[in-house]
């Protein structure tokens, strides 16, 4: 029987070519704008197999959460994993987590003439694992340092002060505090980066040295100076999850007793998942508008962009699934159709096909004698 080539055939054809284009095109893209945002992929560079969980959770200026206050949110995890017979190996860190807070802007000067208006932030713990940087000179300074006066500063600050990126152990001085400098990082990279982090340069530096350079705790009532810089806005960690949202679950409720409505919950594990992002496509404007009383950090308001232009792709791409999958279902209905009006006659042509084979094989052998 001779098959008969239509117009709409060459049509359909076109249609799903160009669909599944489309489908590899997007993700594509959707992939390297969600890997982009890195700081979002901590737990994967803890722990490769995928056990654990990383969870964010911003606060508000007046939230009264502050450094100390960590230990306990870290404790209270490790009591919930071991109710589940989780507990951590002989000298190795359950839990890695980090705290910080913009702690306002500063004069930063050097040695020489150098001098500049940066942003300071303070933090604490495990700090630059989440961030993921990208260091240029040095090394980031840790809580385990005897001298808590290192600083991490962005390339733009390091040009500011001494025409230069590469000036890791040079000292810098901010409100007129003396710090080293410990490392230097590149500014940030993407569109979205650079739209929420600013033009102004930016300094990292500990809580011990955000207490000593910064004037006043402005997490006090009065704004005056009240036992140090200690506030935090912004606690994050990285914990195995037994169970889905095992971890998720937990912050939430420990945060929703004493903080009730001073707290904002991220997932940051799973958050560009192309399926979350399209069933997200209609309430995306929550990517956009943050209702709470907070100031996001710059890396999460980048992150919020993205996933508020990756809903719109990925509603886009889940589209362009329909044609493969009509036309496949169409080419199902056919084949059953074929298979059910041709049934008899295929197996007299199988058993007509299977008779010729054995009496050609009877026919050589009986020549062969």
Request: glycine share 8%.
């Amino acid at each position: 029987m001779r098959y008969k080539f239509r117009l709409w055939h060459a049509a359909a054809a076109g249609v799903n070519a160009l669909s599944v284009a489309g489908i590899l095109i997007l993700t594509g893209a959707g992939r390297a704008a969600a890997e982009a945002q890195s700081y979002n992929f901590a737990a994967d560079r803890w722990d490769s197999s995928g056990g654990c969980r990383q969870i964010s959770v911003y606060l508000t200026e007046d939230s009264g959460f502050t450094e100390s206050m960590a230990a306990g949110v870290r404790n209270t995890l490790l009591t919930e994993l071991k109710n589940v017979s989780v507990v951590p190996e002989e000298g190795v860190e359950l839990i890695p987590d980090a705290y910080s807070a913009p702690a306002g802007t500063a004069t930063v000067r050097c040695d020489t003439m150098g001098r500049a208006e940066a942003e300071i932030t303070a933090a604490g713990g495990d700090f630059f694992l989440f961030r993921d940087f990208d260091l240029i000179d040095g090394a980031y300074f840790t809580e385990n340092d005897i001298m808590q006066d290192g600083a991490v500063i962005d390339r733009s600050l390091a040009w500011s002060l001494y025409g230069s990126d590469r000036v890791s152990g040079m000292n810098m001085y901010i409100n007129g505090v003396k710090f080293y400098i410990s490392g230097v990082i590149d500014t940030p990279s993407t569109k979205a980066e650079r739209n929420c982090a600013g033009e102004a340069p930016r300094a990292y530096i500990s809580y011990e040295g955000a207490s000593r350079a910064v004037p006043a705790n402005s997490g006090s009532d009065d704004g005056t100076a009240s036992g140090g810089f200690d506030k935090v806005t912004v606690y994050e960690c990285i914990s195995p999850d037994p169970v889905e949202n095992f971890t998720l679950n937990a912050l939430q409720n420990y945060f929703k007793g004493q903080y009730k409505d001073s707290f904002s919950v991220v997932d940051n594990t799973g958050r560009f998942e192309p399926g979350v992002l399209a069933k997200a496509f209609r309430g995306r404007w929550r990517y956009a508008v943050n209702d709470m009383p907070m100031v996001m950090p710059w890396w999460e308001n980048a992150s919020r962009i993205t996933e508020y232009r990756l809903s719109t792709l990925y509603m886009i791409r889940r589209l362009l699934f329909i044609p493969p999958v009509l036309t496949a279902l169409l080419l199902i209905f056919l084949l059953w159709r074929f298979v059910s009006r041709n049934k008899g006659r295929a197996v007299s042509a199988v058993i007509d096909k299977i008779y010729t084979i054995n009496y050609n094989r009877r026919t050589r052998k009986e020549n062969n004698k």
